[in-house]
């Protein structure tokens, strides 16, 4: 049996699970634009692993969203991750934030394209396919009438994530483009299954050398 804990800090959804072969057994979080992970996130880990009984000792790994996102979220979230490593001598592994928002979709085709909103008229975006395979790397790109035009005659596009609604306002309108019903933020829900093909792959991170995918310079929040 491996548990894994699964950390999600990028945005403003701070989110805790614990899985078990990569399902979710209990789970823990909370939207809050002040970004208070730094409060909330300890709290929750507590809790899940009260709620479903199990040891810290018990745990095989911990997982943590490796960005893009907040530079504060971020921080926070890695920081936390890599101290419970150290502590329990634990395997760290991660997983990629856009991935994680893809993840909360399904398609049977068409391309699915996650979007974090990263202020002004940007966003973190990425590219996968119906099968979550990566078609594009990971980018904060400006949003423009004509971003993602190459894509739109081919495909149908769906969309997910905060900075949907920034797309649907400023790219040319087009029956192609799909859109959520309502906003989303990464969950520790969809890392579970990511993290545990990683365990199983022994896909580890350097827990002295790992760094957040920021992809900006520091922005506050």
Do not use: W
Not at 2 to 9: H, T
Not at 61 to 71: E, R
Not at 74 to 85: N, P
Not at 163 to 182: D, T
């Amino acid at each position: 049996m491996s548990y894994i804990l699964n950390i999600e800090s990028s945005t403003t959804n701070c989110s805790i699970s614990l899985a078990l072969n990569g399902k979710v057994i209990a789970i823990k979080e909370k939207n809050d634009e002040s970004y208070s992970h730094s409060t909330k996130l300890h709290s929750f880990i507590d809790e899940v692993l009260k709620e479903s009984n199990v040891s810290s000792r018990e745990l095989s790994a911990i997982a943590v969203s490796k960005g893009p996102g907040s530079y504060t979220g971020l921080r926070i979230g890695v920081a936390a991750a890599k101290g419970l490593c150290y502590a329990l001598d634990l395997p760290l592994i991660s997983v990629s934030t856009l991935l994680v928002l893809a993840k909360q979709i399904k398609v049977e085709s068409g391309l699915i394209i996650p979007v974090m909103d990263a202020r002004r008229d940007e966003v973190y975006s990425a590219i996968f396919d119906s099968s979550y395979n990566s078609i594009r790397e990971v980018l904060a790109e400006i949003i423009t009438k004509d971003s993602f035009q190459e894509l739109i005659s081919r495909n149908k596009l769906f969309f997910v994530g905060n900075g949907q609604e920034k797309c649907k306002r400023l790219i040319k309108n087009n029956s192609n483009l799909i859109f959520s019903s309502h906003e989303t933020f990464p969950s520790s829900n969809e890392m579970a299954g990511l993290s545990f093909e990683r365990f199983k792959n022994s896909k580890f991170e350097d827990i002295a050398y790992f760094e957040p995918d920021y992809l900006k310079n520091f922005i506050p929040g």
